[in-house]
Each structure stands twice: as structure tokens, then as C-alpha cells.
């Protein structure tokens, strides 16, 4: 058992910021959160007490939305939309990752640069390599940080050097399950890259070892219009870009991630809606490809789960606090758009959406009541605390203004996760 103590926030639910001035958490020897209190119970005392101050003690960030092999593009090359940036910029890179070398590479500077900013749990696109693939998993499981690892499949729209074929995409997403059966918190995703880049062939393998394996899927939604146009002409027979991946059994069937969903509407909304698929908003991508605002208030409002993203390379960082503050100051503009119909997001949703709301993919996550995983980051804002502000406006500053200088601790799972080590 551990017993922390410092300046306690957490959302419960999206309006309910809990607040805990200077107090306690009791984490269990199995990592989960026993209780948080703010006088130490007397059965308690008597015990260690790690004390951290003045500091402030929130949930980690959980992202929703990475692609690890973009690394080496991360705030660069933004100068284009989706689909001439996917073949200028991206498609190039990705095939890179056939080199294990160059993976090891970037990889370790992935899952460094993810514990930097305190995203412990991520939902990542790895790419058509089964080796690099099973490299990042590892290089997750040795920081000890949680995460969903997708072996991707694309096999029409890209070119040679990363395309796979169905089996393949099949096989190594078998083999990447095999690999993280032993990691307590990696495990593998099912991963169609989006429907311009799968065939048929491709959709209805995948579909049909997500169904068989239990295993979740993550994939591409409505985030641009030409590339929406691109799917209406590919898929005919789908009645949405939704029912693209429902006809294949990966809208929901299985506990389902869609980045983007800007432009969703009407029949793909309800399909949502009634098959539980998560958004996932990715603002500051949504921004640099200048692909649209997604409705998030409607989604809240209909009970659509939403999470947030970096998309690296599509967003430029991997903090998951600035990705907060783009989705508030988004919703402001998708608030004025809608002639002040969909409220803009408040601190606390925003907050909620990046802890608890993204965090439940991964099970009782993202939150400090009891029996929630222990993920934690611990803030040193004395330096943005200059004059006597409130909690609530302390964690608001540090969202809008702190960076991973103020970060002093990263836990995952009740364990403290030292920084990990950049390969070469
Ligand atoms: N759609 C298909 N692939 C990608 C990608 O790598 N990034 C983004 N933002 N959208 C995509
Ligand atoms: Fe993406």
C-alpha cells in the first residue's frame, strides 16, 4: 500500500471537478486506487506518508489517437490536406519502419516523448511491419506504460513499400497478440487504416478477426471532405462512411476508436450513437490539415463516447493538456458557428475528456476513485502559481500555459514510471 498526499483534481463526471486540498490517495499493492480522502482516516495513520506538497496530484492523459511511425514528422510538413500530405509526406516515412534499426530509433524517442508529457495509456497506429510493430510494443511494456498497438492494414491507395496484403495484415496482428499476451498493459488493436486504403479483402479479414479474437478496432472517420467524396465512390453500397466499417463488422461490434469524425452526421451519427463507437477528437491535427471542427457538444449531448488525440504527425505535439485547450478553444468556434446552439465544452469536460471519458477504453482508468488504475502525474506549478490562485484555476493554467517542465512524477498502474531511455 502507498499513501500520497498533495493538491488532489479529478472529474468523477464531465461537470464534477473533485478537489482535494492537500489530500490523501491510498493506492493498493495491485495499483488500483483504494480511496482518496481528505483527512487521513485513523486506520491510515501511522503509515508512510508521501508527501508532495503544494503540488498538484491529477490523473494521466490518456491519447486516444497516435501514429508512432510519424514521429521523425512531428512538427513539420503541414502545408497540405490529408490526402496529398498522406502521399507526400507520410505514406514516405512509414516505409521506413521496415528497417528495425530506424524503428528502434524513433520508437524510443516515441515512448519518451509520450511519458514526458504524462500520457501514461495510448491507443497507437504502428505500421505494416510486424517487427517494428512488436519492438514498440515492447519498448511500451519496458517503461511499464499502458497501451493498444495496431498493426496497420492497407493494401489498395499507398504505395509498394507499405501495402500488405489481408493475410499479412491478419497475421501479424496474430502475432503481435502473442507477443503482448505476457505485458500486463500492452496489448494489440485491430488497425484498417481507413477505407481508401482498404479493399474489400482487407475489411472483411480484419472484421473477422476482431469478431473472432474479441480484440478492439481503431480506424479513420469523416475528417476530410475530399477524402469522404473518395469513400462515397469507392464504396457505393455503403450508405455512410460508417456503414463502410459496420458492413464489416468494425463499427462497434467490438469496442471501437474512430479519430476525427468532423463531418459525421445523420445515419453515422445514429450508427454511433446506437453501436456505442467512441470519437476521437484530434483538434490540433483537425487544425493543421485543415480538415474541420468535429461536433463534440452534439456528440456529448447523444451520448457518443468521445476521447482526445494527439494524431502526431497530423497534430504537431504529443501533450495531451494542449490538445485540452484546443478542443476548448475549438468548441468556442463550433459554438459561434452553430449560431450558439452547441455550448462550448467547460474546463472540467475537457479535463473529463482526456482522464476518465478516453481513459475507459483501457477499463477503470482516468480517474481517482476507488478501484481505478493508479495513473497519476504530480505538478510542480510554483512557477505559474505566483500569486494565491485557486485549484481549479491552477489546473487551468497549467493547461493552458504549463508544459512538461512542471511535470516532477508519472505513475502507471500504482508504479512510478522512471524516464525511459533513447535508443542510439
Ligand atoms: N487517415 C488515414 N491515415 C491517416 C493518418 O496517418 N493521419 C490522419 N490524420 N488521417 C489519416
Ligand atoms: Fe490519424
Redesign the pocket.
Given at each position: 500500500m502507498k499513501i500520497y498526499q498533495a493538491n488532489i483534481l479529478f472529474t468523477p463526471s464531465p461537470e464534477k471537478l473533485e478537489v482535494l486540498e492537500h489530500g490523501y490517495v491510498v493506492v493498493g499493492d495491485d495499483g488500483n486506487v483504494v480511496s482518496t480522502y481528505s483527512t487521513l482516516p485513523v486506520e491510515y495513520q501511522g503509515h508512510e506518508v508521501i508527501n508532495f506538497g503544494d503540488r498538484l496530484l491529477l490523473p494521466a492523459m490518456n491519447d486516444l489517437?497516435v501514429?508512432a511511425p510519424?514521429y521523425r514528422n512531428h512538427g513539420i510538413a503541414m502545408d497540405m490536406e490529408?490526402l496529398p500530405?498522406?502521399n507526400t509526406y507520410?505514406f514516405p516515412e512509414?516505409s521506413k519502419y521496415k528497417d528495425v534499426a530506424y524503428a528502434k530509433r524513433m520508437y524510443s524517442r516515441f515512448v519518451h516523448d509520450l511519458w514526458s508529457v504524462g500520457t501514461m495509456r495510448a491507443a497507437i497506429?504502428a505500421t505494416i511491419h510486424p517487427d517494428a510493430s512488436c519492438l514498440l510494443a515492447d519498448l511500451l511494456n519496458e517503461a511499464g506504460m499502458g497501451g493498444l498497438v495496431g498493426l496497420v492494414g492497407m493494401d489498395r491507395n499507398g504505395p509498394d513499400s507499405l501495402s500488405n496484403t489481408a493475410k499479412e495484415a491478419v497475421d501479424g496482428t496474430l502475432r503481435l497478440m502473442e507477443h503482448t499476451a505476457s505485458m500486463p498493459l500492452v496489448s494489440a488493436i485491430v488497425t484498417p487504416?481507413?477505407v481508401?486504403?482498404c479493399t474489400p479483402q482487407m475489411m472483411t479479414a480484419l472484421g473477422q478477426l476482431a469478431r473472432e479474437k474479441k480484440l478492439p478496432v481503431q480506424?479513420?472517420l469523416s475528417?476530410?471532405p475530399s477524402?469522404i467524396a473518395w469513400v462515397a465512390e469507392l464504396e457505393p453500397e455503403s450508405t455512410c462512411y460508417g456503414d463502410a466499417y459496420l458492413r464489416y463488422g468494425m463499427f462497434g461490434q467490438t469496442p471501437t476508436l474512430m479519430?476525427?469524425c468532423c463531418y459525421t452526421d445523420g445515419e453515422e451519427f445514429e450508427l454511433m450513437r446506437k453501436n456505442h463507437v467512441f470519437a476521437v477528437h484530434?483538434p490540433t491535427?483537425n487544425c493543421n490539415?485543415g480538415?474541420g471542427i468535429a461536433p463534440i457538444r452534439r456528440f456529448l449531448t447523444a451520448g457518443i463516447p468521445v476521447a482526445l488525440g494527439s494524431?502526431i504527425?497530423?497534430?504537431s505535439g504529443f501533450s495531451i493538456f494542449k490538445v485540452m485547450q484546443y478542443a476548448l478553444q475549438m468548441s468556442k468556434l463550433q459554438w459561434r458557428k452553430s449560431q450558439q446552439k452547441e455550448a462550448f465544452l467547460s474546463l472540467s469536460e475537457a479535463f473529463w475528456l482526456a482522464t476518465k471519458s478516453g481513459g475507459s477504453f483501457f477499463g477503470k482508468v482516468g480517474s481517482f476513485e476507488p478501484g481505478y488504475a493508479f495513473d497519476a502525474v504530480v505538478v510542480d506549478d510554483a512557477a505559474l502559481n505566483f500569486d494565491n490562485y485557486s485549484l481549479p484555476h491552477r489546473l487551468e493554467r497549467y493547461i493552458y500555459l504549463g508544459d512538461d517542465r512542471q511535470l516532477t512524477h508519472c505513475f502507471c498502474q500504482g508504479k512510478e514510471i522512471a524516464e525511459p531511455k533513447l535508443c542510439c
Open positions: 489517437h501514429h510519424q490529408l500530405w498522406l507520410t512509414e497506429f487504416r481507413f481508401p486504403s480506424s479513420h475528417e476530410n477524402e479519430a476525427h484530434c491535427s490539415l480538415s494524431d504527425s497530423g497534430g
